[in-house]
């Protein structure tokens, strides 16, 4: 029982540390309004394309699922998730509202699903070779500097894209990587596939929370990797 006690006690002091860390976090950026402006668009934009690409793949390969479901629109309110967005402007990990579609009526059964999932980070990585292009030329000809609120935008748009980018692609479900591992498995693995597909989601929690705890870092260094990629890339100094 007492064992039981102390184990109460340090997560709900953990628990305090937490969101005392996130409401710091929170009025860090209410206190600089033009980041937080920068943030929630840079935010509704990346996430918009990002589910948008998925509805437009499906689409395209057969699948009106997403359309009927008023999903294949740019109107940022049919793709946020309400918790997700709150999530991502407090603590800067969240979610978008899943796109539905049904892989039965996609042409190719095979790797349907996978250009469907592979959709969402293709979108990320155009907006982040967009906006990259576009800041690092204004920042050339000199019409941009750091303190611009349009430079702030557009990096932003380039940092939020490179960490979603790769983070999609880490193959554990519900993560659109996961879906281009399944296709590369063999069908006689299709059991596996469907457990891990199940359990995927509390694999994925548990690692980050892991991380977290045992102040391992793993996934600060792999966004602060792409960061420095995207960076070297196009000559850039970002956040």
């Given at each position: 029982?007492?064992?039981?006690?102390?184990?109460?006690?340090?997560?709900?002091?953990?628990?305090?540390?937490?969101?005392?860390?996130?409401?710091?976090?929170?009025?860090?950026?209410?206190?600089?309004?033009?980041?937080?402006?920068?943030?929630?668009?840079?935010?509704?934009?990346?996430?918009?394309?990002?589910?948008?690409?998925?509805?437009?793949?499906?689409?395209?390969?057969?699948?009106?699922?997403?359309?009927?479901?008023?999903?294949?629109?740019?109107?940022?309110?049919?793709?946020?998730?309400?918790?997700?967005?709150?999530?991502?402007?407090?603590?800067?990990?969240?979610?978008?509202?899943?796109?539905?579609?049904?892989?039965y009526n996609l042409r190719n059964q095979k790797w349907g699903p996978s250009l469907v999932a592979l959709a969402g980070p293709g979108?990320?990585?155009?907006?982040?070779?967009?906006?990259?292009?576009?800041?690092?030329?204004?920042?050339?000809?000199?019409?941009?500097?750091?303190?611009?609120?349009?430079?702030?935008?557009?990096?932003?748009?380039?940092?939020?894209?490179?960490?979603?980018?790769?983070?999609?692609?880490?193959?554990?479900?519900?993560?659109?990587?996961?879906?281009?591992?399944?296709?590369?498995?063999?069908?006689?693995?299709?059991?596996?596939?469907?457990?891990?597909?199940?359990?995927?989601?509390?694999?994925?929690?548990?690692?980050?929370?892991?991380?977290?705890?045992?102040?391992?870092?793993?996934?600060?260094?792999?966004?602060?990797?792409?960061?420095?990629?995207?960076?070297?890339?196009?000559?850039?100094?970002?956040?």
């Open positions: 029982m007492q064992g039981l006690l102390l184990y109460v006690k340090i997560r709900t002091n953990f628990g305090i540390l937490e969101l005392f860390f996130y409401l710091m976090f929170l009025f860090s950026f209410l206190s600089q309004p033009i980041i937080f402006l920068a943030w929630l668009v840079a935010m509704m934009v990346s996430v918009t394309l990002h589910e948008f690409a998925h509805a437009l793949s499906a689409y395209a390969q057969g699948d009106a699922t997403a359309k009927y479901s008023g999903r294949l629109t740019l109107n940022p309110f049919k793709h946020l998730d309400l918790w997700g967005t709150i999530m991502l402007l407090v603590v800067g990990f969240g979610w978008g509202k899943p796109v539905p579609y049904n892989p979108a990320n990585l155009v907006l982040i070779i967009f906006f990259g292009v576009i800041l690092k030329s204004l920042v050339l000809g000199g019409v941009l500097g750091p303190g611009n609120m349009l430079y702030i935008l557009m990096e932003m748009i380039v940092v939020l894209n490179a960490v979603w980018f790769v983070f999609n692609l880490i193959p554990i479900p519900p993560l659109d990587g996961s879906k281009l591992f399944f296709a590369l498995l063999p069908s006689r693995l299709d059991h596996l596939k469907a457990s891990f597909t199940v359990r995927g989601p509390l694999i994925l929690i548990s690692l980050i929370i892991l991380d977290r705890l045992l102040n391992l870092s793993l996934f600060t260094s792999l966004f602060n990797l792409i960061i420095r990629a995207v960076e070297v890339i196009f000559g850039l100094s970002l956040i």
